[in-house]
């Protein structure tokens, strides 16, 4: 049975002529005239004619003709017009499919499109199932040198040829997760011809250009109505098409008149800066912005065209005139009505907003081999009653002056690149990853004129026995991280070495005399909590290059190290070889931070976990290692976990990055979900405070835990964004200790509650709800932001500075003053909404413990408490694997840009998708790798970073693509290297070199920039 749907009413009488028809008409009366240029072959009309007459006589004799389909996978060039001419006149429908598509897409519409006769080259054979036509094998050949070259009559074919009978089968994206086959009839095709002929007349000095793929509809009119009209044929070879300055060369040496492309396309062309030839310029496949139509108005007149495959290629169309405003779509071509209907199918008024309905004579048949789907696109026609209208799924509106404008989708479908894309197919595809629970792909434009799609995923959860594997699998990374890193520390001294502290702020290092005031502040910390007159007998987990032990162990009675990396052992244990003091009092081992199996229980007063904890792959994690460390500490010792990274604040921290240089001007709106992005995005591990309040009624053995702001006089990420936690084993016999007095923080600031304590003395006094005075400014302008202000007003409110808000340091000052001991915390989670509270604790002398005691109220969620960063390694990995799966199963531009993995979608309040919540990507940061070293590295690296809109300069293995360029971006990047560089390169080149490694290889041999194109 066929695959193909059956003819419907068809309202528009039958166009006088065919296409094979049209074309043999034409070549008796040009016989002699080019017909096909591609490269170095040329084909006169008279020759083409007779070359597709005996191709087409050899198809028949295969079977092919009239309501069966003959797919063709063959190489861009002259042989494919011939053949696709050939496919006509049999009487079949030709199914187009590019070679350069994945093997499994290819394997799908073969299989979809059920064709009598595939033709392929001997070079292509192998990809394809058996028995395929080889066009270029020498029996081919003998067999059609047999065949005569004279026109194919209906005699001749199975069936005589009718204006309903398929012409070509091309495939579009699929809704429903496959690609699906649009049967359009020779009829419409017709008619497409003799509306297009009529607007753009063309002669045999006409030369058209066709840039399209043969399983793009575009190239429908750009191969055929030249073929019709005695114009010649251009054929353009894909990397041509894809390097706006060898296009514009080809523009001027074949003497091109017209030239039909995609905005995106025409964008190369403009910002490439050559000047072209005067042309007939036609665009269409996507929405045209205003810029980009004044912009290729300097090439000549220009034609909007619009229409979606299922209505033949285009639907409507509209000369632009330069006085107008924004680019409409016209209207109707011949034998094409249009209707802007709403939900009712009832039409709306001139102005408002409906979704477009075509009828008439360019209606494809429907959908191959899916009559449901025909069904629910191909309607009844409720104006011409036993007609069909398509439902295009856009939305477009009426202006005074008659013209449609469009103005968006209705449903999934989107248009990048001008390619259409059924969101729901890439989203399918996505979740053929066995690691994928959830997809869902969008069309983003964040920065204008840049359509990408980015694809969201939320990852199948894993077995519970599998959570320590991923665990460790993640832990192994980061020590591959500081193997590398801590290999080139030998040359700095022992606790010196600060050079992996750099600011998040703007990257770079933090300078060394706050680092230095940052370890002094740490070192004193722990020497306060073991026994008199030191820490007694210290563990430190995490011991890195000795930036502690350095300044902690003289004090102590024996010092263990630990450290997953063995670089950083090995080169550790050097140095401490060298200081007499420490040889004899220091052991260092390689162990993860989990592994204890080897360290005595109880057998050591303070175990310190410094600066190591955002480097743990989990929440679970961080507590298994806080478990067992409390299991290491003798009866009433103390475990320090310092430097560790807020979550609470974290948010606010994503704010003041992306503020800083940010232009006042900026999209508030883009802002806001790129903090919502850097925020997801998060590779190391965040831990909310709350956490830590809430281990003692989890963990008996816990007496205590204080969670203590990081002491220094200097403003940074490590005084704002991160503090200390201290975790106290109970040892028995522990006392109640007397509730403290509250005072929440009021107008009278630190004179008021210094008043306070002189009068009344308290033994304890708690203050709650203090602003902190380091964050203020930050807070300011995230809350500015959240309540839909402008970037203006953030960047106002944070510059302002921290107004009446004290620095925490301020606290400390009045209590050595008073004769009060202070821990300055961060406030209960749930108490305030402002990240930045503050609680702050005095203790007079001799009155029990100093820190911010756990107040009553919930327990938080744990999970909550922590981030999930696989932001870190194991999502980017599936990220990975996800785009690697999608580029074997779907063409280049269905691939997202980028994978964004979630822990859940983000719902409405109804409980439906968000779509609007979705987060933007934030694009890979380039820098990871080696540095610039040679001239030509370090402007490559520039020029990849502002092509790519990335913060960070890349490094020379940075991968263009895996950043998320595409060959738009790639002819951008040519383009500046021409400016900046006066060198000229292909866009070939960008795809095989890669990295700014690799095209600096290839600058080497470069020829200098040719000179501008200049007009004809």
């Not at 094979?20 to 070549?27: D, S």
Request: with cysteine; proline share 9%; hydrophobic share 45%.
């Amino acid at each position: 049975m066929s695959r193909l749907p059956v003819p419907g009413p068809h309202p528009a009488p039958a166009p006088p002529a065919l296409l094979p028809e049209l074309f043999e008409a034409q070549a008796a009366r040009t016989p002699r005239a080019t017909a096909v240029v591609f490269e170095g072959t040329a084909l006169g009309y008279a020759e083409l004619d007779a070359a597709a007459n005996r191709l087409a006589r050899l198809l028949i004799e295969h079977g092919a003709g009239p309501e069966r389909t003959v797919a063709l996978v063959l190489p861009r060039t002259a042989g494919l017009v011939v053949a696709l001419l050939a496919v006509l006149k049999s009487g079949a429908a030709y199914v187009p499919i590019d070679p350069d598509h994945p093997a499994g897409r290819i394997a799908h519409v073969l299989a979809d499109a059920e064709p009598t006769l595939v033709l392929t080259t001997e070079a292509l054979a192998d990809r394809l199932p058996p028995g395929a036509l080889t066009v270029d094998s020498a029996a081919t050949a003998e067999a059609l040198a047999r065949r005569p070259a004279g026109a194919v009559t209906d005699a001749e074919r199975t069936a005589p040829l009718h204006p309903q009978h398929p012409a070509y089968v091309v495939y579009t994206s699929g809704s429903t997760g496959r690609p699906k086959g649009v049967v359009v009839p020779h009829a419409a095709l017709a008619n497409l011809l003799a509306d297009l002929g009529r607007r753009f007349p063309l002669t045999e000095r006409d030369r058209w250009p066709a840039v399209a793929t043969v399983a793009f509809d575009m190239a429908v009119p750009e191969l055929y109505l030249p073929l019709v009209s005695g114009a010649r044929v251009v054929l353009v070879p894909r990397p041509v098409v894809g390097d706006p300055a060898a296009l514009g060369r080809l523009l001027h040496r074949s003497g091109a008149t017209v030239l039909q492309a995609t905005p995106s396309l025409w964008r190369t062309l403009v910002e490439h800066g050559g000047e072209l030839p005067r042309l007939r310029v036609l665009v269409g496949a996507e929405a045209l912005p205003a810029p980009l139509a004044a912009a290729i108005r300097r090439y000549g007149e220009v034609t909007n065209l619009y229409g979606p495959t299922e209505t033949t290629v285009w639907s409507t169309a509209a000369r632009l005139d330069p006085a107008t405003g924004d680019p409409t779509i016209g209207g109707p071509l011949a034998g094409t009505r249009v209707h802007l209907l709403d939900e009712a199918l009832r039409p709306v008024p001139d102005g408002g907003l409906g979704e477009l309905y075509i009828a008439g004579a360019g209606l494809a048949r429907g959908y191959a081999g899916q009559p449901a789907l025909t069904a629910e696109r191909f309607v009844a026609n409720p104006f011409e009653p036993g007609t069909r209208m398509y439902r295009t799924g856009d939305l477009a509106r009426r202006g005074a002056d008659g013209g449609l404008r469009f103005a968006g989708r209705a449903d999934t479908q989107v248009k990048v690149r001008g390619h259409r894309i059924e969101l729901g197919e890439v989203e399918a595809a996505m979740l053929r990853h066995p690691g994928v629970a959830q997809s869902v792909v969008l069309a983003r434009e964040d920065r204008p004129g840049d359509v990408r799609l980015v694809g969201y995923a939320v990852p199948a959860r894993p077995a519970p026995e599998w959570a320590e594997t991923q665990d460790a699998r993640q832990v192994e990374g980061w020590q591959a991280v500081f193997d590398a890193e801590y290999r080139a520390s030998a040359g700095f001294a022992l606790g010196e070495d600060f050079r992996l502290w750099r600011s998040s702020y703007d990257g770079r290092p933090i300078p060394p005399e706050q680092m230095a005031q940052w370890r002094d502040t740490t070192v004193a910390r722990i020497r306060s909590l073991g026994p008199a007159p030191g820490p007694g007998r210290v563990l430190e987990i995490g011991v890195g290059s000795g930036l502690v032990l350095a300044s902690l162990a003289p004090h102590c009675a024996s010092y263990r190290g630990t450290d997953v990396s063995a670089a950083a052992i090995e080169a550790l244990r050097g140095k401490v070889a060298r200081v007499p003091e420490l040889a004899d009092r220091v052991r260092l081992s390689v162990q993860p931070a989990d592994a204890v199996a080897d360290l005595p229980p109880g057998g050591f007063d303070t175990v310190v976990l410094n600066s190591v904890a955002q480097y743990f792959p989990s929440g679970g994690y961080l507590l298994r290692v806080i478990e067992r460390a409390l299991e290491l500490v003798a009866p009433g010792g103390a475990v320090f976990l310092g430097d560790l990274r807020n979550l609470r604040t974290q948010r606010c921290l994503q704010a003041a990055i992306r503020l800083d240089g940010a232009e006042p001007a900026a999209d508030a709106g883009v802002l806001r979900k790129e903090i919502e992005a850097a925020v997801l995005a998060e590779e190391e591990l965040l831990v909310d405070p709350a956490l830590f309040t809430a281990l003692p009624g989890l963990l008996p053995e816990l007496a205590e835990a204080e969670v203590l702001l990081r002491r220094g006089g200097h403003h940074n990420e490590l005084t704002r964004h991160r503090y200390d936690a201290v975790l106290r084993r109970r040892a028995g016999g522990e006392q109640p200790v007397a509730e403290a007095t509250e005072l929440r923080w009021g107008a009278g600031g630190l004179d008021d509650l210094a008043r306070r304590l002189e009068a009344e003395r308290p033994a304890r006094l708690r203050v709650t709800e203090v602003p902190n005075g380091r964050l203020a400014h930050e807070l300011a302008a995230l809350r500015v932001l959240e309540a839909d202000g402008t970037v203006a007003q953030a960047l106002a409110a944070h510059r302002a500075g921290p107004g009446t808000a004290p620095d925490p340091e301020e606290f400390h000052r009045l209590g050595e003053r008073l004769g009060y001991r202070v821990a300055v915390g961060w406030a209960q989670a749930g108490t305030r909404a402002d990240a930045g509270a503050l609680d702050v604790l005095f203790t007079a002398p001799g009155t029990g413990p100093t820190a911010p005691a756990p107040r009553t109220g919930p327990t938080p969620v744990l999970a909550a408490c922590t981030n999930v960063p696989a932001g870190s390694r194991e999502q980017a990995a599936l990220a990975g694997e996800v785009r690697a799966l999608l580029a074997g199963l779907l063409p280049g531009y269905m691939v997202p840009s980028a994978i964004v993995t979630l822990d859940a979608m983000p719902l409405t309040p109804n409980g439906k998708l968000d779509r609007k919540a979705l987060p933007v990507p934030l694009l890979p940061v380039a820098g990871t790798g080696r540095a610039p070293r040679t001239p030509h590295e370090k402007a490559l690296c520039t020029l990849f970073a502002e092509v790519l809109g990335l913060d960070a300069v890349a490094g020379v293995d940075d991968d263009f693509f895996e950043l998320g360029g595409h060959s738009l971006l790639a002819t951008r990047l040519i383009s500046r290297i021409r400016t900046e560089l006066d060198a000229e390169l292909s866009i070939t080149t960008i795809f095989e070199a890669r990295t700014v490694a690799g095209v600096a290889k290839r600058l080497a041999g470069a020829d200098k920039a040719r000179p501008a194109l200049r007009p004809r």
